[in-house]
């Protein structure tokens, strides 16, 4: 059977701001403190959506740092000992492998590396006395869509099936972190896509 979805990096990324007022458990102190409590809040959110497979850092003085690779039960303690190391991180990027399902009355499965969580933290400026936090989420599938530009673009049995897990994801963070949108770039879904998914 002709696949009705592709796999491509960049497919669509939304662009959040974490808004005040700020989220329970995230302090006004520090930025990497604000920084990991938010990378650590959406962790909780992913799963039933995706599956964190490696994180990455980047610091003010030493910009990106090695990957290292977690899993949903070792990504807070990583995230946790990288702050401690680094006092001066910017940006948490999480690789996630997506929890979907590609054949109708089979087994939900991960799709390794089909997604992208980031949280980066944006200096200060003369509008904003304070850092502000970006959240982006980077698909690289587009099995949530009921019309795709695969070999054969009719999705909508997989798209009924996908779609409510990536609504759902993104209905938690903007419950947990007040997630206020910011841009949304689909360019080959300009009217399919929505601050809740694919339509």
Not at 59 to 77: C, F, N, S, Y
Not at 114 to 141: E, F, K
Request: charged residues 15%; hydrophobic residues 35%.
């Amino acid at each position: 059977m002709t696949r009705t979805w592709r796999k491509e990096t960049g497919l669509a990324l939304w662009s959040f701001w974490i808004r005040p007022p700020a989220p329970h458990g995230i302090p006004t102190t520090t930025t990497t403190t604000r920084l990991t409590t938010a990378v650590t809040t959406a962790l909780h959110c992913l799963p039933g959506f995706a599956e964190p497979s490696w994180l990455e850092a980047t610091t003010h003085q030493q910009g990106d740092l090695l990957l290292h690779p977690v899993t949903i039960h070792t990504a807070t303690r990583t995230l946790n000992q990288l702050a401690t190391q680094h006092p001066d991180l910017t940006t948490i990027r999480i690789t996630c492998d997506l929890l979907i399902t590609t054949t109708p009355d089979q087994p939900e499965h991960t799709e390794p590396e089909t997604a992208s969580l980031a949280v980066i933290a944006l200096p200060a400026s003369a509008t904003h006395s304070n850092s502000r936090l970006l959240l982006t989420l980077r698909l690289d599938i587009d099995i949530y869509a009921t019309q795709t530009h695969a070999q054969n673009p009719n999705n909508q049995t997989l798209a009924a099936i996908n779609q409510p897990r990536l609504t759902n994801f993104l209905t938690r963070l903007h419950q947990h972190l007040h997630t206020e949108l910011e841009d949304l770039h689909a360019p080959d879904y300009p009217h399919n896509t929505t601050t809740h998914g694919f339509t």
